[in-house]
């Protein structure tokens, strides 16, 4: 069975994606889109405006990735906090491989997906 009938009838989830998801994009042989997919059926990829700075200073190819989703305004929080902040407003879920972060965004009553065996997603 797909992960995404376990959402019901909900017709899109929001995916906050961090920075290290989308430098994961360049390390490792991951369908981002594809898996998404797989595990939540219809979806909608933002990102919260500090994490795009953060990448403005990493990644040129990294922000070539951003440009194609929207990026929303995080009220002045930075990195992590403007993802877990997001993720609230939202009722999204988060796209991270850090671990403290993971932990936040479960201590919130959220999910999250990370990176598992080089290539695939999980939902957490």
Same mark, same amino acid.
């Given at each position: 069975?797909?992960?995404? %009938?376990?959402? =019901?009838? !909900?017709?899109?989830?929001?995916?906050?994606? +961090?920075?290290?998801?989308?430098?994961?994009?360049?390390?490792?042989?991951?369908n981002l889109e594809g898996e998404l997919t797989r595990l939540l059926g219809k979806y909608k990829i933002?990102?919260? #405006?500090?994490?795009?700075d953060e990448i403005k200073s990493l990644s040129k190819a990294g922000l070539k990735i951003i440009e194609?989703?929207?990026?929303? @305004?995080?009220? +002045? !929080? #930075? =990195? +992590?906090?403007?993802?877990?902040?997001?993720?609230?407003?939202? @009722?999204?879920?988060?796209?991270?491989? +850090? $671990?403290?972060? $993971? !932990? %936040?965004? #479960?201590?919130?009553?959220?999910?999250?997906?990370?990176?598992?065996?080089?290539? !695939?997603?999980?939902?957490?």
């Amino acid at each position: 069975m797909a992960s995404y %009938r376990l959402w =019901g009838n !909900k017709a899109e989830r929001i995916v906050v994606l +961090d920075s290290s998801a989308i430098l994961m994009l360049f390390e490792f042989s991951v369908n981002l889109e594809g898996e998404l997919t797989r595990l939540l059926g219809k979806y909608k990829i933002v990102v919260p #405006k500090p994490i795009v700075d953060e990448i403005k200073s990493l990644s040129k190819a990294g922000l070539k990735i951003i440009e194609s989703y929207e990026v929303i @305004d995080a009220e +002045d !929080k #930075k =990195g +992590d906090d403007s993802v877990l902040f997001l993720v609230k407003r939202l @009722d999204g879920i988060a796209v991270t491989n +850090d $671990r403290e972060l $993971r !932990k %936040r965004i #479960k201590e919130a009553g959220h999910h999250s997906i990370f990176l598992r065996n080089k290539s !695939k997603l999980a939902l957490e």
